[in-house]
């Protein structure tokens, strides 16, 4: 394709609002169009050059009211029946959605990446940093309607009106009969997204720059990168009003983070925006070190800034290690093959030739001498045994040196295996009861719990980590309360006649916040009592109760619309037919003091859908006296969110209304008139999850 190259001087045309967070409309000042691509933008006399990362692209979505309601039009879906809503405007287009508007793209030779606002109320992009300057591409630049920017808090800006003839330039590109326009859209505060209302508006693209800060950003290598050299080329985006830079790097954090310039991590004080390590005469003039995490700091410096110097934050790159890593099978993993297994790894920094050990013995393996040479990073074992647990190790050779690796382990199908909690869970309750999965043909199991991994793994039945023999059958423990936020070690050993199988080390973390109800523990089994609906009390049977928890039948849970694991709780309301309120309560046994661990907010995650009536979502709670307490969300439309929100409410929002948290009885959830709001009725679903009380943020 011929390459058409086009640059555009365009006018600057201000226009100044009515409110300071939405202060200005400006005409691009050039723009660089290659292949109806656009490649750069020139802004107050600096360039943006798109391959560069210095725009990004929003997120699109494009908007209908029905019936009150602000409604998402969603990607792929058919044309709403309530559209076309706006007045004047034209037919909606069939499956054409604002996503579409998330692109570089002019399409000179036809119109597939064009977004059009016919038929909706209104369009939204919005940016995953706060911003303070849009770019804005529109086919025909003859529309008029209004900004709105969207503030970090998620409310909106006062309205701006704009007119494609006051403020759009023309860049002269033909796109599908019309030109493109172009605007610049500048805040005065930082602000995420951008809302415009107009009849007909023809979006091409809106990107956004981030805010500069006074620090320095945008690290190469990007914070956390794995780099395989031994010498590196810092390089960083400096802060918008540094002079020259301060660098500082080192291989302990603490140490960085501290440095000032007398501190041997100090490098110098430079006007470039890199800094090169690892050669001689540099930092580290005999080569970064295989395995070692580097840390790095760069702090702005303008001796003519009463602010300087503006210290920045800590990154950091890794040189991988010498030794093979990161094995599949994954360390600890359990119930794999028999059969077909592949055995695989990173290899290690400089690798050459991999020698391959593995077996069922650990002593073995782990003196191991004489391995299964490999030239490749997968080793193939062939058939394995079931109910083993197999070690494994690579050692690799770099030409000069051989590298001994890290032993590590899997279980085949039939050996004993974690159950609850999983083998690495994170957010573990408090009080869990361990559960495992017992060896197919073992007669008993040895436990062994602690804080300690490497005390766990060698314990023996006199080490005070051992916790005693199961019986089949009686495949749990209960080690009591413990920590918040803390790694807990375990092992199982399958005992047989003729042997005892050491097992793996598993482990888990303590959740730092307090289970109310995540809805995992509830099953199918009704005649047991674990029915969700048996736990949590609805309105069946009642008069003036419109709400009702579950399915009618199995599965009662939700399983596919969750916030977080496998289940969350649908729940149903139906404010008519003289019933203007449904609610579901939970009368609380294990968790009702609401004062413990210093917390101080009770959180919950809830979806709605757009076909709910509009009913206001309430939480009350209640104490061992019978003193109630409710607070309404603050979305009157909460039910009607097509997205999983998260709602945090102070717990002094409650203990000001006399509840005591010491003792809390009961919780309930629901919509409608309890709320305190009035309402006009009707029926729809929510769904419930993750309720938790969180310590109050520091």
């Known amino acids: 394709m011929t390459k058409t190259y086009v640059f555009l001087l365009l006018s600057i045309v201000a226009f100044a609002a009515s409110t300071a967070l939405a202060d200005k409309l400006t005409g691009l000042s050039d723009v660089t169009v290659v292949d109806g691509e656009v490649i750069s933008l020139r802004f107050e006399g600096a360039e943006y050059v798109i391959a560069d990362g210095l725009l990004s692209l929003g997120t699109t979505t494009r908007w209908y009211i029905d019936n009150g309601v602000e409604t998402l039009w969603a990607e792929g879906d058919p044309v709403p029946a309530a559209a076309p809503t706006v007045e004047g405007t034209s037919n909606a287009k069939v499956g054409d959605v604002g996503s579409k508007a998330d692109n570089f793209l002019f399409t000179l030779d036809g119109a597939t990446n064009i977004s059009s606002i016919d038929g909706i109320d209104f369009q939204e992009t919005v940016f995953p940093f706060l911003t303070n300057t849009f770019f804005h591409f529109e086919r025909g630049g003859n529309d008029t309607g209004t900004w709105r920017a969207i503030l970090a808090d998620g409310s909106l800006g006062t309205p701006v009106q704009f007119s494609g003839a006051a403020h759009y330039a023309d860049t002269g590109v033909n796109v599908n009969g019309q030109n493109a326009f172009g605007v610049v859209f500048t805040t005065d505060v930082p602000v995420k997204g951008v809302r415009i209302t107009a009849s007909g508006h023809d979006t091409l693209s809106i990107s956004a720059l981030t805010v500069v800060p006074d620090i320095a950003t945008r690290p190469e290598p990007a914070d956390g990168a794995v780099h395989e050299d031994t010498w590196v080329n810092?390089?960083?985006?400096?802060?918008?009003?540094?002079?020259?830079?301060?660098?500082?790097?080192?291989?302990?954090?603490?140490a960085v983070e501290s440095a000032t310039r007398d501190s041997d991590e100090f490098r110098g004080n430079?006007?470039?925006?890199?800094?090169?390590?690892?050669?001689?005469?540099?930092?580290?003039?005999?080569?970064?070190?295989?395995?070692?995490?580097?840390?790095?700091?760069?702090?702005?410096?303008?001796?003519?800034?009463?602010?300087?110097?503006?210290?920045?934050?800590?990154?950091?790159f890794s040189i991988p290690s010498n030794s093979a890593y990161n094995p599949d099978p994954a360390d600890g993993a359990e119930f794999v093959g028999p059969d077909n297994v592949t055995l695989s790894w990173t290899p290690g920094f400089g690798a050459k030739v991999h020698t391959v050990f593995i077996g069922d013995d650990y002593d073995e393996v782990l003196n191991a001498t004489v391995g299964m040479p490999a030239g490749s990073s997968t080793y193939r074992p062939g058939p394995l045994e079931r109910e083993k647990i197999y070690y494994w190790r690579v050692d690799e050779f770099d030409g000069f040196s051989t590298y001994t690796g890290d032993l590590w382990a899997f279980t085949t199908p039939g050996a004993a295996g974690s159950l609850h909690p999983a083998n690495g869970a994170v957010g573990v309750e408090h009080s869990p009861i361990l559960t495992w999965i017992p060896a197919e043909n073992a007669t008993s199991h040895q436990v062994y719990f602690?804080?300690?991994?490497?005390?766990?793994?060698?314990?023996?039945?006199?080490?005070?980590?051992?916790?005693?023999?199961?019986?089949?059958?009686?495949?749990?423990?209960?080690?009591?309360?413990?920590?918040?936020?803390?790694?807990?070690?375990?092992?199982?050993?399958?005992?047989?006649?003729?042997?005892?199988?050491?097992?793996?080390?598993?482990?888990?973390?303590?959740?730092?916040?307090?289970?109310?109800?995540?809805?995992?523990?509830?099953?199918?089994?009704?005649?047991?009592?674990?029915?969700?609906?048996?736990?949590?009390?609805?309105?069946?049977?009642?008069?003036?109760?419109?709400?009702?928890?579950?399915?009618?039948?199995?599965?009662?849970?939700?399983?596919?619309?969750?916030?977080?694991?496998?289940?969350?709780?649908?729940?149903?309301?139906?404010?008519?037919?003289?019933?203007?309120?449904?609610?579901?309560?939970?009368?609380?046994?294990a968790q009702r003091d609401w004062t413990a661990e210093d917390i101080g907010v009770l959180s919950l995650?809830?979806?709605?859908?757009?076909?709910?009536?509009?009913?206001?979502?309430?939480?009350?709670?209640?104490?061992?006296?019978?003193?109630?307490?409710?607070?309404?969300?603050?979305?009157?439309?909460?039910?009607?969110?097509?997205?999983?929100?998260?709602?945090?409410?102070?717990?002094?929002?409650?203990s000001d209304q006399g509840i005591n948290l010491a003792n809390v009885a009961t919780m309930a959830i629901g919509l409608g008139h309890k709320a305190g709001v009035t309402t006009s009725g009707g029926s729809g679903t929510i769904f419930i999850d993750d309720i938790a009380l969180y310590q109050l943020a520091q």
């Open 234 to 254: 810092l390089s960083w985006s400096p802060g918008k009003s540094a002079v020259t830079h301060d660098v500082y790097l080192g291989d302990d954090y603490d």
């Open 270 to 316: 430079q006007d470039l925006t890199f800094y090169v390590a690892g050669f001689p005469g540099a930092a580290y003039p005999e080569g970064l070190v295989p395995g070692t995490t580097y840390y790095w700091r760069i702090d702005e410096i303008n001796t003519a800034d009463p602010n300087s110097p503006w210290k920045g934050d800590i990154w950091s």
């Open 450 to 589: 602690g804080m300690d991994k490497e005390a766990v793994k060698n314990a023996t039945a006199a080490s005070p980590e051992y916790k005693g023999s199961k019986a089949l059958g009686s495949e749990n423990y209960d080690p009591g309360k413990l920590d918040w936020d803390t790694i807990y070690y375990w092992r199982v050993d399958a005992v047989y006649s003729a042997e005892t199988v050491k097992g793996l080390v598993w482990s888990f973390t303590t959740a730092d916040f307090l289970v109310v109800d995540n809805f995992e523990s509830y099953t199918d089994d009704d005649a047991a009592n674990q029915a969700i609906w048996q736990t949590w009390i609805d309105g069946y049977g009642t008069t003036d109760n419109g709400a009702q928890v579950g399915y009618l039948l199995p599965p009662y849970a939700e399983q596919t619309n969750v916030h977080s694991g496998i289940q969350s709780m649908p729940l149903f309301y139906a404010n008519e037919n003289g019933v203007s309120n449904s609610e579901a309560s939970l009368a609380l046994t």
């Open 605 to 654: 995650w809830f979806l709605g859908n757009s076909d709910n009536a509009i009913e206001p979502l309430y939480v009350a709670i209640s104490d061992a006296a019978g003193t109630s307490a409710i607070v309404a969300n603050d979305n009157p439309n909460a039910a009607g969110r097509t997205l999983w929100t998260q709602w945090e409410i102070p717990l002094q929002t409650f």
